[in-house]
Nanobody, 115 residues
Framework: QVQLVESGGGLVQPGGSLKLSCTVS????????VAWHRQAPGRERDFVAS???????TYADSVRGRFTISRDGARNTVYLQMNSLKAEDTAVYYC?????????WGQGTQVTVAS
């Protein structure tokens, strides 16, 4: 069973930074892509960023230029560096890995941006 564990969430002031980690129980290059999604209270889960097996990176318009996704294959870990955080970035952040139509989610990590 594939397991994904997110970490790095917390409380940060507007304009601050956080770096999230998603550690996968298998070689991340076994998957088509690993992505970050987020879900704010009362809202649907939204796409944030992804990196595919070939290294192609995609960002949501709302985070482009502020967030950076990266990976460390030796650690089976995908990161999300979040800079210039805004109150509207407050959400539970989830990591997802997929192979074609099959996908696996982590348990999520809370990010709260507030002064």
């Amino acid at each position: 069973q594939v397991q994904l564990v997110e970490s790095g969430g917390g409380l940060v002031q507007p304009g601050g930074s956080l770096k999230l980690s998603c550690t996968v129980s298998e070689n991340i290059f076994n998957f088509n892509a690993v992505a970050w999604h987020r879900q704010a209270p009362g809202r649907e889960r939204d796409f944030v960023a992804s990196i595919n097996v070939g290294g192609k990176i995609t960002y949501a318009d709302s985070v482009r230029g502020r967030f950076t996704i990266s990976r460390d294959g030796a650690r089976n870990t995908v990161y999300l560096q979040m800079n210039s955080l805004k109150a509207e970035d407050t959400a539970v952040y989830y990591c997802k890995a997929n192979i074609l139509s099959r996908h696996w989610w982590g348990q999520g990590t809370q990010v709260t941006v507030a002064s």
